[in-house]
Antibody, heavy 127, light 110 residues
């Protein structure tokens, strides 16, 4: 059974750094066909993709937040860690991690879709 | 900057058919964008409905179908039910590892 579970602080002060952990089970972070993404959703607003990481440590970052985000993984601990610097009240959101399925075509792996999601964790940055 | 646009809201009668669309601000949506669709009810995590344009995820009823209509990705619900009332999001793969979520469509069944 595949599960993903987000954990981290519920409250972060402005200008501080947020660190969130996604702990996975039911699959390995070394599986080349899969990856893990972080996605967020401000209250009442749309989902926003932030970043993802794959088995070979290949990473992709949202260009709008690139310089504030860092993603890493610890395969043995089954954990993917997101850090976001310089937090602001506009970063108040539910943060989800999701498993990515990739497809192989013409000699390369490509994102295909998100197939499993964590329940999300609400992070509040007070003004 | 590329934007993915969905209808902000849509209404359908129970038993009716509705098609939600997903458009790119520049260019046409094609299968190479690997369009996928997700359903989300308030306070819940998204649920995967459709991937690779038209493949239904496991356990998704066949009243949900995906396609490319003209220059957009489309999600059609045939025979809408009350519990289809949700927010629906599309995702497009933009190459270079990046993906974009659409702004979402709030579907009302009444």
């Amino acid at each position: 059974q595949v599960t993903l579970e987000e954990s981290g602080p519920v409250l972060v002060k402005p200008s501080e750094t947020l660190t969130l952990t996604c702990t996975v089970s039911g699959f390995s972070l070394s599986n080349v066909r899969m990856g893990v993404s972080w996605i967020r959703q401000p209250p009442g607003k749309a989902l926003e993709w932030l970043v993802h990481i794959f088995s070979n440590d290949e990473k992709s970052y949202s260009t709008s937040l690139n310089n504030r985000l860092t993603i890493s993984k610890d395969t043995s601990k089954r954990q993917v860690v997101l850090t976001m610097t310089n937090m602001d009240p506009v970063d108040t959101a539910t943060y989800f991690c999701a498993r990515i399925r990739r497809t192989y075509d013409s000699g390369a792996w490509y994102f295909n879709h998100f197939d499993y999601w964590g329940l999300g964790t609400l992070v509040t940055v007070p003004s | 900057q590329t934007v993915v646009t969905q209808e902000p809201s849509f209404s359908v009668s129970p038993g009716g058919t509705v098609t939600l669309t997903c458009a790119l601000s520049s260019g046409s949506v094609s299968p190479s964008h690997c369009p996928s669709w997700y359903q989300q009810t308030p306070g819940q995590a998204p649920r995967t409905l459709i991937f690779s344009t038209k493949t239904r995820s496991s356990g998704v009823p066949d009243r949900f179908s995906g396609s490319i209509l003209g220059n957009k990705a489309a999600l059609t619900i045939t025979g809408a039910q009350a519990d289809d009332e949700s927010d629906y999001y599309c995702v497009l793969y933009m190459g270079g590892g990046s993906v974009i979520f659409g702004g979402g469509t709030k579907l009302t069944v009444l």
